[in-house]
């Protein structure tokens, strides 16, 4: 499982490379079973939920190699479309499987990636719609069994800009006959890049990047090849760690123009940030403003991927914070932790409230999820002394090396895997 060992207190300075993007890379995978042929992709993440996604498709008949950072999926034959509980229980995105399988095969049966620590995350945004394109779904206890004997195009409004549901609508529409209305679709440049990595294939996909988008079914999809982008919440991450630690720091492959939220809300606290096309420059020295008030939201507001780590920045700031989450109502884990290093927060319902304080120290923490295991770090950089963190395995779900990126940036940071004594 492997833990984090790191001495804090010092400031962030150097430059890394941003990976490619975790939300991007998944949905593309899954959309390759609506090719029947070979999809390349290039600057995937080495990453656990892709190699956990990867045997997923396979379990299906994908045949799928992985050199370095491309992936090849050749979903010319897809055998099964009964997808293992053990792989999708491995990770929530499987149900972005739902919309393909539909697409190519007509039916699917996979057992209900449940509830995560950060929120019960039920799928009945995804079921309306697909219900709405002639899906049928039968309930059998924890299995989602949907089938239909063909898709059809129809006239959606989602509830709530769901990214999953906006992202299976999507799949499912693509290979459906007629054409479909997406309103109240989420915008987040996820599914930018799915819509464009679609039409590449030779989707009819029309308001890419708006909240409406329509959507005309076509009979076959064509073999394609595309670069994922790089992470907005990796390259996020490295930001505020080196806001927390008052440091200066260079991104390189980073998506900028994905990131507006973070970097105004940066430089209101007191950061410089310069920004170019794939490139960030922060100097945080100053960076120690409190943030009287933030509530995450959905594209382009502020990312509730990125909330637990700035708890962790804003428990060093000066003054008063108040920090809300608006989209997943549990995602508050890292306030106790945060609390036994030294800093001052309390929940009041969707709120924390964060008095800052001049340090925090270090202290034995646990990942219990991907992003507040991030938090978990960031705190432990800005901290004194040593913090180590167990649970790294939450991290490695989105982080291909984060103690390599950070050493990049003059860390003293290192990881130590469990040995098995026999
Ligand atoms: C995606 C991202 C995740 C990010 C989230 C919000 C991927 C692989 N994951 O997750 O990193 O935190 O967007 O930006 O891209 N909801 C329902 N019913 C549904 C679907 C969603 O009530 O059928 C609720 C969820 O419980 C949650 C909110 O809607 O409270 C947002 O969920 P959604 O946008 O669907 O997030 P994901 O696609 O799961």
């Given at each position: ?57 396979k379990s299906i008949g994908c045949i799928v190699t992985m050199d370095k950072n491309t992936i090849t999926i050749d979903a010319t034959h897809i055998c099964d479309t009964h997808c293992p509980q053990k792989q999708v229980q491995a990770m929530r995105s ?329």
């Amino acid at each position: 499982m492997g833990s984090l060992h790191i001495n804090g207190g010092k400031p962030l300075v150097g430059e890394v490379s941003i990976q490619g993007s975790k939300n991007g890379a998944l949905p593309l995978l899954t959309a390759t079973v609506l090719i029947q042929g070979k999809t390349v992709l290039h600057n995937c993440p080495g990453i656990t939920d892709i190699n956990a996604m990867a045997e997923l498709l396979k379990s299906i008949g994908c045949i799928v190699t992985m050199d370095k950072n491309t992936i090849t999926i050749d979903a010319t034959h897809i055998c099964d479309t009964h997808c293992p509980q053990k792989q999708v229980q491995a990770m929530r995105s499987s149900i972005m499987l739902l919309g393909p399988l539909l697409g190519r095969c007509k039916s699917v049966r996979m057992s209900r990636p449940g509830g995560c620590v950060i929120g019960a995350r039920p799928t009945d945004i995804h079921e309306m719609a697909l219900r709405q394109m002639n899906v049928r779904f039968e309930e059998e206890e924890d299995t989602i069994f949907a089938y239909t004997d063909s898709l059809i195009g129809a006239d959606i409004l989602l509830p709530f800009p769901s990214v999953g549901a906006t992202e299976n609508v999507i799949m499912a529409a693509v290979l459906a006959q007629g054409s479909t209305r997406l309103r109240n679709a989420a915008r987040e440049p996820e599914i930018v890049l799915l819509c464009e990595f679609l039409r590449k294939a030779g989707a009819r996909i029309r308001g890419i990047g708006g909240s409406e988008l329509e959507i005309e079914g076509v009979k076959k999809l064509r073999e394609v090849t595309m670069t994922v982008m790089p992470d907005r919440i990796v390259a996020g991450t490295y930001l505020l760690a080196a806001a927390a630690t008052r440091g200066q720091v260079l991104l390189k492959h980073a998506p900028p123009h994905q990131m507006h939220s973070l970097i105004h809300l940066l430089r209101t606290m007191g950061a410089e940030v310069f920004a170019d096309d794939d490139m960030i420059y922060i100097d945080a020295e100053e960076a120690t403003g409190a943030v009287s008030y933030i509530k995450t939201g959905v594209y382009p507001g502020f990312p509730t991927d990125l909330q637990s780590m700035l708890l962790s920045v804003l428990a060093v700031a000066y003054g008063e914070s108040v920090v809300e989450e608006a989209i997943f109502e549990d995602r508050f884990k890292v306030v106790e932790p945060l609390q036994r290093m030294g800093a001052q927060l309390s929940t009041e319902g969707r709120k924390v409230r964060i008095s800052g304080v001049a340090k925090l120290r270090g202290a034995q923490l646990r990942a219990c999820e991907l992003r507040g295991g991030a938090a978990l770090v960031i705190a432990a950089l800005a901290a004194d002394g040593e913090s180590v963190i167990e649970g790294c395995h939450f991290i490695d779900r989105g982080y291909e090396n984060i103690a390599r990126d950070l050493r990049c940036l003059g860390a003293d940071i290192s990881r130590r895997d469990d040995v098995r004594i026999r």
